[in-house]
């Protein structure tokens, strides 16, 4: 057989303005040959030629050069179109055609992990991602066409990268991926990529036959979609290497290394999973060096934390708060692959111990429930949507057979105030907290629910069906409505956004502006002030776009009805940078108890963005006497209660355990004071007395 090429790769270094193209070849032998490659820029029509020397091809029939291209024009999600196609050709030192190979489309982009960041062209990126099912769904929703739109529409919200929806590439699970990859490459959204699990290979890849097959596999796949500039992430091994802990916040810093050989963590499922994984990611590491690797809801285990983080009802605070460990400390990229808002399943009283949706159960939808405490007595109110739940729910226990959480949830989407209503109140908080201490990507679960559908989609004729018949790719002959927004091909004025999806519109697009606590206490939200008090708040900018923005700012401070202050100026951000700028005011000392302050902020994103934001205070009368009625004993061996008690001016008297508490005392209880053998005082004290206890260590809850 004639000498042929059988792939092309290239890796680009931005600092060195610099390529290295290699060019894979077969049947070549030992003759020298040239490399003639010729670029042409789709966005300019610009063309390039470069010419390798007489070249020597390596054992495995590479043939690698490297050309110097100042002026190439480099893919970014902030420059899309900058795409090229290269012709590769393969001669001989005379200049005579051996081989040329098919036409490639790619981008020039370079993708690497710097510390705890993503770093894409030398400029940090933090990844706002959805969940895609395009290739593995129908078909009238895998062509170009439907991809395109179902890029746009992500963007119109704020989500500029995607996850691959199939978590295995088992065969049948995936369809055609081409049109997708495409439509992420022109429109500039970023992919993590699925590849291979383990579990497809009866988690054996310590055989090395089994590990040759994966390889084999893995090869094709990342072969045929390398040129894709938007893959910028490998991901595999979905939901297989996580343990207890690994979502807890002191422990997601890439510092703090799971203890496999630790009894009391070890399983011997869960080290088999990740020594298999281990195996997986240093093949896929082999075969492109270029995309880092993850390992999705793995915990700490290769280049990046990646967490499944379902924290069900923890408060907002805490929850905003999450990344607090992490921000000044980690050492490696915090990806929350899935993040719940919460999840619809929260909704639910089942807590296990199967997994929610594989199983069946007798359960309640505690809507009211868990929205009383956003919503108070409002949350009881017998609106219509309300009435449906309750005899929806008693319809199902009437069966007198356990059912599935996915049925006796249905109605819960059409009660937009105990569902996405309070989960927009998590968002507004929640996600300014993460993108401003920097978290390098997270994906929020419960998407289909943050739009909901106003207007029917017909199915449609697509009228060019009988066009490119004879071209690669899928071309349908109908599309049919979906209930998902993003996926829908009627207009996208069908839909309208829930309560949770303007909560993403105003605080997931790229640029952002509010009002956060100081500057090293961002996420604070004192709010209860007295006449002629100090107040310290912070005008919080963010910029994710790829380009600098100039941002105008200003703010004022109204008492009722008066102006007390204000202040204004601008600001340059660099891309995927922050800008704190400090608010210092005093409440006007003449404040009456119970009046309101409300700081009113304003941000201009280069005269073309406007957002706005608020904070009330509440005037508060002078403090009062923290004597307590009661005699307070303070049992403290570690002393943390009794600094605490000294600052509030709380009078109290060390407690001695040598008696049982009188009926007019009050003890408290200090943080992990509680020993194995209990203490032996408290069984007397009489029914009605009081104690407080304090946080005690996990280990001795379950010895009560």
């Known amino acids: 057989m004639r000498p042929r090429v059988t792939g092309v790769d290239m890796v680009t270094s931005g600092e060195k303005q610099r390529v290295r193209f290699t060019v894979e070849t077969a049947e070549l032998g030992t003759n020298a040959v040239r490399i003639h490659i010729r670029s042409r820029c789709l966005s300019t029509g610009e063309s390039r030629e470069f010419q390798s020397e007489d070249l020597g091809p390596q054992p495995d029939g590479r043939l690698q050069f490297d050309v110097t291209w100042p002026d190439v024009r480099g893919w970014d999600p902030g420059t899309p179109t900058n795409l090229y196609e290269l012709r590769v050709r393969l ?61 746009q529409r992500m963007l119109a919200y704020g989500f500029n990268a995607l996850i691959t929806g199939y978590y295995d590439f088992a065969p049948g699970s995936v369809g055609y991926l081409d049109a997708l990859l495409d439509a992420c ?30 390889r084999r596999r893995a090869d094709w796949l990342i072969r045929r979609v390398r040129h894709h500039p938007s893959i910028v992430l490998y991901a595999i091994n979905h939901n297989r290497t996580g343990y207890y802990g690994d979502q807890n916040p002191l422990k997601i810093d890439g510092i703090y290394d799971l203890p496999e050989d630790d009894e009391t963590v070890r399983t011997v499922w869960s080290v088999r999973n990740r020594h298999q994984a281990r195996i997986a990611d240093r093949i896929v590491r082999e075969l492109d060096p270029t995309r880092p690797v993850y390992h999705h809801q793995s915990g700490h285990l290769g280049a990046v934390h990646t967490v499944n983080c379902y924290l069900n009802w923890a408060p907002i605070q805490e929850r905003s708060d999450w990344t607090e460990h992490w921000a000044p400390h980690g050492i490696k990229p915090l990806c929350f692959v899935e993040w719940g808002l919460p999840h619809i399943s929260s909704w639910s009283s089942y807590r296990g111990p199967k997994f929610i949706w594989r199983t069946e159960a007798f359960q309640s939808l505690w809507a009211a429930e868990f929205a009383a405490q956003f919503l108070g007595d409002a949350a009881f109110s017998d609106v219509p949507a309300a009435i449906r739940d309750v005899d929806h729910e008693e319809s199902l226990w009437a069966r007198g057979s356990p059912f599935h959480w996915g049925v006796l949830n249905q109605p819960l989407r059409d009660l937009e105030s105990h569902y996405t209503g309070i989960q927009a109140l998590y968002i507004q908080d929640n996600w300014r907290a993460h993108r401003t201490r920097c978290v390098s990507g997270i994906l929020p679960w419960d998407q289909g629910d943050f739009w909901k559908r106003v207007v029917d989609t017909p199915v449609i004729e697509v009228s060019n069906r009988f066009e490119g018949l004879q071209c690669p790719g899928v071309v349908p002959d109908r599309r049919f409505p979906d209930r998902r927004f993003i996926y829908d091909p009627g207009p996208r004025s069908a839909f309208e956004s829930t309560p949770a999806g303007y909560a993403f519109l105003r605080w997931n697009l790229p640029d952002l502006g509010y009002i956060g606590g100081p500057s090293n206490n961002m996420t604070w939200k004192d709010h209860l002030v007295r006449p002629g008090e100090h107040v310290e708040k912070s005008l919080m900018i963010l910029n994710d776009h790829r380009v600098d923005r100039t941002v105008v700012w200003s703010w004022e401070l109204r008492q009722e009805a008066r102006r007390v202050a204000g202040s204004n100026g601008s600001v340059r951000v660099v891309p995927s940078g922050r800008a704190i700028v400090p608010v210092r005011v005093s409440v006007p000392p003449d404040a009456p108890e119970g009046s309101r302050c409300i700081l009113m902020a304003r941000f201009e994103f280069d005269r073309s963005v406007l957002q706005t934001d608020e904070f009330m205070f509440t ?82 809850w379950n010895d009560c």
């Open 91 to 151: 001669q001989t030192p005379q200049g005579d055609l051996l081989n040329e190979y098919r036409p490639i489309k790619l981008g020039f982009r370079e993708f690497r992990i710097v510390g705890r960041d993503f770093v894409l062209n030398a400029v940090p990126v933090r990844l706002r991602a959805l969940h895609n099912t395009t290739a593995n769904s129908r078909a009238d929703r895998a062509d170009l066409a439907a991809a395109r739109e179902t890029c």
């Open 185 to 214: 490459d022109e429109a500039g959204v970023l992919v993590c990529f699925s590849l291979p699990h383990v579990k497809d290979f009866a988690s054996r890849l310590d055989d090395p036959a089994i590990a040759e097959l994966y």
């Open 619 to 700: 005037v508060i009368g002078p403090p009062r006497n923290a004597t307590p009625k009661r005699t307070v004993r303070l049992y403290d061996p570690l002393g943390t209660f009794a600094k605490e008690f000294r600052r509030l001016g709380i009078e109290f008297t060390s407690w001695d355990q040598a008696r049982t508490p009188w009926d007019d005392e009050v003890v408290v209880i200090g943080r992990q004071a509680i020993a194995p053998t209990g203490l032996p005082w408290m069984a007397p004290i009489r029914a009605g007395g009081v104690f407080w206890c304090w946080n005690r260590a996990r280990r001795y």
